[in-house]
Structures are given as C-alpha cells and as structure tokens.
C-alpha cells in the first residue's frame, strides 16, 4: 500500500516537472531575436547577438571580431566570426554564456548573418583569417535593462539593441516581383590619410527591373591604377558577370581607355557612350586597360563589404538615398 501511495504521488508531481522544465524557453521566449552592438569606427565591425528557441531550447549565436580575443589589434585587419554562445543561460534579467573558438573559426570577411557556423561560411566561400593565432574562450555575463537592451559588463562593456528581423535580411536575395524599375544606390566615401576628396566616392548602382538585375559602378582610375591620387580620371561601368546569391555579390569592371573621363559622372548618366553625348571630356594622362574582379557581402541590406585581393585594403559601401 506504502509503495503505491509513493507510485501515485510521483506519478502526479512528474507532469508538474515535466512542465516546469519546458516552460523556462517560454518564458524567455520574448527575448528571442537580433541584438547590435554599433562599433563606432566601422559599421562592418558591428557585433551582433542572435537569440532563438529551437526544439523548446534556448539557442543563442554570436557575430563578432577577433577583438573580443585579441585586445590589442597592432595595425593588421581583424578577422570575423559567427559562434554558438556555448552554456547560455537567461535567468529573470540575467544572461550569461561563454564562447570558445578555434583558429579555424577566425574569417577574413564579417559573416552574413543568415549564417550560423564556420563550417558553412566556409562551404560560401569565406577565406580563412590567420593573421594572429586566437584559441583562447571567454566568459560573458550581462543583465537585459529592458525588453530591447542587453547590456555586457566586466571586461567587455558592450550594449546590445534589439533590431529588427528585416535588418537582417539582404533584400538582393528575395525573388525580384516588381514590375517597375526600382534602385538601390551605395556609397564607398573615399578617404586617403591626407585629405577626405568628395569626388571620389565610390558609387554602385543596384536596378531591378523586369525580373533582371543590372550593375553600375561609378568610380575612379585608382581602381585600376593606385598612384594616380593627383590626376584623377573617372568611369561608369556595367558590372559585368553581376551575381547576388544569398548574401553574395560578385562581378567584373572591364574598362578600355575609352572609359575614363575628366569629371566625375553624374548618376543619371549609365554608360560612356551617353557621357560622350553629354558632352563629358575624356581622359587620356595614362593607359589604363585591364579587368578587376570583386567579391563581397551583404553584412547587411544597408551595408555592401568588399575585401580586395590582397586582403589588407577593403571597401564598405553603406546604402545611401538616390539624388
């Protein structure tokens, strides 16, 4: 009798346990979602949180730099990463998680964030970073001040805030519906370390029209010839080869000497043959007749980063509205 009243009570208290132990991820569940951190120098080197619940479990994931291992960064490019915040725990207002890369996690491109694991990165085509050796994990802990607002404190002192899901999401990578002629415009402002030459910002032209794609990069000779600062020519070109997969971009300048121009061009003007017409000067100081290849990211739908071929220089081009 003793052995069936022990039997009935646990078999009444182990629904209620059942239930307590799922419901912790429920509770949290308002939590989930994307979280940035601005860096303040270079909005490619934003850090960003990802909550979610999967399977009734709390899954977090962390798109970083290697400046969280590495506090002294002595003139070399960071590299970038995405990892599983191992050991997470969100408590009442608490949270808490450690992340432990290796040196094989460390990427020299930042990480699109439809991307959860290096393993991936790597299968798109992500390089590996091997600047500096890395394999130390760390520790994080933190308090939510609000529904939107994480803050990291210790050593870190980083606050994260709550940002949209469509912030997320590159735009380039949804079926293209729209009958009508649409443009996304980004500019790359050109800075070299003695001055800040306004007509050399870089411009890329993004037109969806007609279930099509098309490219147009507005720029200067110094893509293809670096020590020209001082006499400067400029072009507009299709960007041939355009392809945008996932949050992909790729494609080709191939320019003749016929391309180059004295003055800037205006970007309502879409080829060197309606420059001419316009009445635009060609520039003629050196020959100049060579291909470039790009390959960057969407890090964001607002934000189009590119790492050149040597893997130091870069361009960030940052959406901007069509004038």
């Not at 002192?157 to 912030?167: A, G, Q, Y």
């Not at 969806?208 to 670096?226: Q, R």
Request: aromatic share 16%; net charge negative; glycine share 4%.
């Amino acid at each position: 009798m003793k052995n069936n009243s022990v039997i009935l009570l646990f078999l009444l208290l182990f629904p209620l346990c059942i239930n307590s132990c799922s419901t912790q991820p429920k509770e949290t569940s308002y939590r989930c979602g994307w979280y940035c951190y601005e860096y303040p120098y270079d909005n490619a080197e934003n850090n960003y949180i990802f909550l979610e619940i999967e399977n009734d479990s709390l899954k977090g994931y962390y798109y970083g730099t290697t400046d969280e291992f590495d506090e002294v960064r002595e003139g070399y490019p960071c590299g970038f990463f995405v990892l599983p915040m191992d050991s997470l725990q969100i408590k009442n207002d608490s949270i808490s998680f450690v992340l432990q890369p290796t040196n094989n996690d460390f990427l020299v491109q930042p990480i699109a964030r439809s991307i959860r694991s290096t393993e991936e990165a790597l299968k798109m085509g992500y390089s590996h970073w091997d600047i500096a050796r890395l394999n130390s994990g760390r520790s994080y802990r933190g308090v939510f001040s609000d529904s939107a607002t994480i803050n990291l404190n210790a050593e870190c002192k980083k606050t994260f805030k709550k940002i949209d899901e469509e912030e997320c999401v590159t735009p380039c990578s949804k079926p293209i519906t729209d009958e009508s002629c649409h443009y996304d415009l980004y500019c790359y402002h050109s800075m070299d370390p003695y001055r800040y030459n306004v007509s050399a910002d870089n411009y890329i032209l993004l037109e969806h029209s007609n279930d099509s794609l098309k490219g147009y990069y507005y720029g200067t000779t110094n893509e293809f010839d670096e020590t020209g600062i001082d006499y400067l020519g400029f072009f507009v070109l299709p960007m041939d080869s355009l392809q945008i997969k996932n949050d992909s971009i790729s494609f080709i300048l191939q320019p003749t000497e016929n391309d180059f121009f004295s003055q800037p061009i205006a970007r309502s003007v879409f080829s060197t043959r309606e420059a001419l017409q316009i009445g635009y000067s060609t520039w003629h100081i050196v020959a100049i007749n060579t291909r470039k290849s790009y390959q960057g990211i969407f890090f964001s739908p607002a934000i189009i980063y590119f790492l050149e071929q040597d893997s130091v220089s870069k361009k960030v081009f940052v959406k901007t509205d069509w004038h």
